[in-house]
Structure formats: structure tokens, C-alpha cells
């Protein structure tokens, strides 16, 4: 017998019994089967379950026939870890384990394939996912420990130990790890705690932190995808998470920690995954206008009442998790992410609660124009200032070019030459940047990288030339991946991968050439599509 894809809480908080639903039945297509996951109260899967299943299945039963642990029982076994100055996996079981028996969604993460970025997926079985939401959690953790008291701890485990370049000690770890920081750390930990009233706040963004990338499954991705209408399906990460925590059997088969929350905190979490919105990815000016959509349309009651909030936060543990592995499971708090993204969140929040609602291009403009002004004052004063007083400007060019500078980081010394080079001759890319395209609104993942550092050395660019070779491109690659979206009307953000271009620039190393050698490498690509049409992947010759 092949064993169900599932695994259910057989009960709700405080232990009240959860209704019933009948499994499907068992499938003959076994790329539909994600193993290691079963049901703790089919008869049909306790039966064909022996041996080490019949462990998995006992491990994943416990925890749900007994009240759940609390947050000083996780902290409990941190501390009980070898800590930042010492890592070893051995000493890291207890935690880990702990995490597996109370989140069987961690196990996701570990089965199968996982889609760590569009077109690219992990090797079967690698742990890398994992890790960085363990890393997340133990993040999470950290700020709890903070409140409890034991300020010393939080920060050593989010900026202690050999970290290379990112520690206390080195470039440019000095500058940036906020061990250095100790105040800023304080201020992040204090804010984000304002939101956490209770144990159950605190326990509930733990769950949403363990789920949080299962959609990168495609096992997962597939199976939600199977009880969908067609015009729900997608290949959307976030999207397919959002939608499976609405639907009951899929809760109740694939989260059962979340089914767990009740279903005030259910739906909260899934108002914040609809939103589909990348707060790293905005402040690079990376996202297309269109992703700001589901923010914008956001009920203010969600707004005001922490969900945003909640989901706006994951983003900064998940990225304090990211380096995470099995050796050294400990997340990093880095300045420009705790301190920088913890500002732009208060900002968003803010412009989404006052009257009214603003449109994407304001939105998206207000956002980036704060950077930007502190980059380039005197253009700004001079010569941007007045332009921006035609809404045309603002919503078309002026974007653009605050969004092509975010992806430099504002480190591109010309913005004069970007000026002129987007009024004369790129007139496909503003459209495409500035969201005016028919049907789907494209995004070049890594663009920031791809941009910056095919740049190369010359960032002060007096003749300007540099830009524009980097600019042709990029407008290249908009035109090549919408000849291949013409027949498509729905709206939607396309996503194209274009880190093998990054993975030539850094091969180069000095003998890089910018902007020209970026052009070269853009016209001589091709990409490869999903079946969905939502994401490609740059090949290069």
C-alpha cells in the first residue's frame, strides 16, 4: 500500500477533537506521494506502517495527543545547545529534535524536491531549507529570550562565534553585525515584542515561521494544486501557501500545527501570504509595480491589527536564518536588515493606515524616494525636485529610474546620465519597469546583483556609457521574455531568473568588463519557462 499524503492533528486546542474528514484514497502515481508524512489515525496507514515508518508515525502522533510544549521549553533546549563559540551537531539534537516532533511541517522541507528560486531546485533531499527555517525560528527565539530578561544570550546567538566575514570582528561584519550594535538589537527586539502579548502571539509566529517556504515544495505545490480549480492553480510559492491554509483538508493533511491556531490566527496568517509581497525585494526596486496589488487592497483592519506586521517581520528572521546549516545553526542579525527593514515597515505601515488608498507607482515611488534623496541631494534639489511635479514623470520615468538606482543599491554615481538615457532611447524598459505592459509584469530575480555588479568598477561613469550598455541589456531581456508572454492577458508578476548571468559576472572577477560585457551576456541569452508561465530561468551559451 502506498501511505497517504498526510499527517492530521487528531485534536484542536486544548485538546477538543478536531472534525473527521475522509482520507482520498490512495493514489498509483507515486510522484504525488511525498514520503515520511502519515496519517495518525488512518487504519489504512498504521497498518502498512512498520519499522521505521511506524517511528515516523509514532514521532508525529506525540506531540498532538499532548498539550504543546511552551516557548521556555524550546528555550530551554537552546541553551542546553553548545552555543555560537563551540557548534556541534551533536549537542544540537535535542533542539532540532523538538522542532521536528512539534512542527511535522518541518519534515516538508527535507522530502523531495524544493525550489530554492525560480527554475532552480535543491537536490533531492538536501537540507538547506531546512536549516534556514530553523535558523528563522531559533531567530525568533532569540528576541524571546530577550524579553525574558537574559539580553547577553539573545545577542550571542545572533551575532557570536566565527561567522567570517559577516563577524563582530571582521569586514564588513564590523560595520554591520549587531553585536557591534548592542542598542539597535535592543530596539528591534523591544518593537517587535509590542506585538507579541501573549504566549500564544509568541507560539503562533513560530508556527507561521515553520510553514512559511512549504510552498517552495513541489510535492507540496503539487498536492494543493490537485483539489484547485484551474484558474487557482499556480506555481506562486506564496500564492499556493495562501490558498492551502484556506482550505480545510489540506490543513488538516499537510499543517497540522497551524490547524492547531484556531481559525481567527489561521486566517490572519493567510491574509498575510495573499498579499504576495516582498519587502527586501521592493526596497531593491527588484519587484514589478503589480506586487504591490495585494498590499494595497489589504483590509485596514489587517493593517492595524498585526497581521501585516507579522508577515512583514518573517522576511527579517527568514533572512537572519539564511546562512543557517547543520554545523552552525545559529541566524545572523545584520544592521541593514533588523534596523534598516524594521524603518521601512513602520513606513509602509503608516502610508497603508492613513485615509484613503494610495495606487502601486505611488506606493512603490514613496517608498524608494527616501534612499534615493539621501544618495543624490543635490540632483535631487536641482534638477529631480521639480520634474516629479508632473504626475506623468512620476508614475513613468521618475520610477524607473528610482528603481534602477535602488538595484545598484544608489552606489551608481550618474544619475544625470540614467536621466537622459531613459527620456531619449529605452522606452521598452520604462513601460515594462513602470508597469504599463499588457498582461503579465515581468521581474528579473537578482536583479540587484545582475545590474551592480555588471557595472563593474566604473560606478562614477562620466560619459555615461557604462550605464547604457547595461541598459540596453536589460531591455533586451524585458523584449525577449514578452515576445514569449504576448498571448498572455491575465495579470500577473513573471518572474525570470537571470542569476547565471550574476554567476558569469563573479566568474570574470577583474577581468570583468561592465556594462558592455553585461550587454553581450544578455543578447546571447535564452531562457526556459514553467508550465504555469509564471517563472523562467536564463541559459546561457
Known amino acids: 500500500k502506498i501511505p497517504h499524503f498526510i499527517s492530521s492533528d487528531p485534536t484542536g486546542p486544548g485538546g477538543s477533537p478536531l472534525p473527521q474528514s475522509r482520507p482520498s484514497q490512495p493514489s498509483s502515481d507515486t510522484s504525488s506521494i511525498m514520503p515520511g508524512f502519515y496519517s495518525v489515525w488512518c487504519g489504512e496507514c498504521t497498518a502498512c506502517c512498520q519499522g521505521t515508518v511506524g517511528q515516523v508515525v509514532e514521532e508525529i502522533a506525540s506531540p498532538y495527543t499532548k498539550a504543546r510544549p511552551r516557548m521556555r521549553d524550546f528555550v530551554t533546549a537552546l541553551k542546553q545547545c553548545a552555543g555560537v563559540e563551540c557548534p556541534d551537531c551533536d549537542s544540537n539534537q535535542p533542539l532540532l529534535k ?13 522530502s523531495g524536491t524544493i525550489q530554492t528560486s525560480p527554475g532552480v531546485e535543491e537536490i533531492q533531499g538536501s537540507p ?3 536549516y ?3 535558523g528563522a525560528m531559533i531567530a525568533l527565539l532569540a528576541a524571546y529570550v530577550y524579553t525574558t530578561g537574559d539580553e547577553e544570550l539573545a545577542l550571542d546567538i545572533c551575532t557570536g562565534g566565527n561567522r567570517g566575514p559577516m563577524s563582530k570582528d571582521k569586514v564588513p561584519g564590523k560595520f554591520i553585525n549587531l553585536g557591534n550594535k548592542p542598542d539597535e538589537f535592543q530596539k528591534f527586539c523591544d518593537t517587535f515584542a509590542m506585538g507579541m502579548k501573549t504566549e500564544e502571539d509568541w507560539w503562533a509566529m513560530l508556527v507561521f515561521l515553520a510553514i512559511h517556504d512549504v510552498g517552495k515544495s513541489d510535492q507540496f505545490r503539487h498536492r494543493v494544486n490537485q483539489i484547485l480549480s484551474p484558474n487557482k492553480r499556480t506555481d506562486d510559492h506564496d500564492r499556493v501557501l495562501a490558498l492551502a491554509l484556506l482550505e480545510p483538508e489540506l490543513l488538516e493533511e499537510l499543517m497540522p500545527s497551524v490547524r492547531r491556531l484556531g481559525p481567527e490566527r489561521i486566517q490572519r496568517i493567510a491574509d498575510g501570504f495573499a498579499t504576495n509581497f516582498q519587502l ?3 526596497g531593491q526596486g527588484e519587484i514589478a509595480v503589480l506586487s504591490l496589488r495585494g498590499l494595497i487592497a489589504l483590509p485596514k483592519t489587517r493593517v492595524l491589527d498585526g497581521t501585516l506586521t507579522a508577515y512583514l517581520y518573517h522576511s527579517i528572521f527568514d533572512i537572519a536564518g539564511a546562512a543557517c546549516n547543520e554545523k552552525f545553526i545559529w541566524p545572523l542579525a545584520i544592521s541593514p536588515v533588523y534596523s534598516g527593514f524594521s524603518q521601512s515597515m513602520e513606513d509602509l505601515i503608516v502610508r497603508l493606515s492613513g485615509e484613503g488608498k494610495p495606487d502601486e507607482r505611488s506606493l512603490y515611488y514613496d517608498f524608494l524616494y527616501n534612499n534615493f534623496k539621501k544618495a543624490y541631494p543635490e540632483f535631487e534639489e536641482n534638477t529631480f525636485r521639480a520634474l516629479c511635479d508632473s504626475r506623468l514623470f512620476r508614475d513613468e520615468t521618475g520610477l524607473v529610474m528610482l528603481r534602477i538606482l535602488a538595484l545598484t543599491r544608489n552606489m551608481y554615481k550618474n544619475p544625470g546620465a540614467l536621466l537622459s538615457h531613459l527620456s531619449l532611447s529605452f522606452q521598452t524598459l520604462v513601460n515594462e519597469m513602470a508597469g504599463n505592459a499588457r498582461g503579465p509584469q515581468i521581474m528579473l530575480y537578482y536583479g540587484p546583483d545582475m545590474l551592480r555588479m555588471g557595472l563593474g568598477k566604473d560606478m562614477d561613469d562620466e560619459s555615461g556609457e557604462n550605464l547604457r550598455q547595461a541598459l540596453g541589456g536589460m531591455e533586451h ?8 508572454l504576448e498571448n498572455q492577458t491575465a495579470e500577473y508578476q513573471f518572474e525570470l531568473n537571470v542569476n547565471p548571468i550574476v554567476v558569469k559576472i563573479k566568474e570574470a572577477g577583474a577581468n570583468w568588463q561592465g556594462g558592455s560585457a553585461l550587454y553581450n551576456l544578455c543578447t546571447s541569452a535564452t531562457f526556459s519557462c514553467n508550465e504555469f508561465l509564471t517563472e523562467g530561468l536564463i541559459k546561457l551559451p
Open 132 to 134: 534556514r527555517t530553523v
Open 477 to 484: 531581456l524585458y523584449r525577449m521574455i514578452r515576445s514569449r
Open 98 to 110: 523538538l522542532f521536528d516532533l512539534h512542527f511535522p511541517e518541518l519534515r516538508i522541507y527535507r
Open 280 to 282: 527586501p525585494q521592493l
Open 128 to 130: 538547506t531549507e531546512y
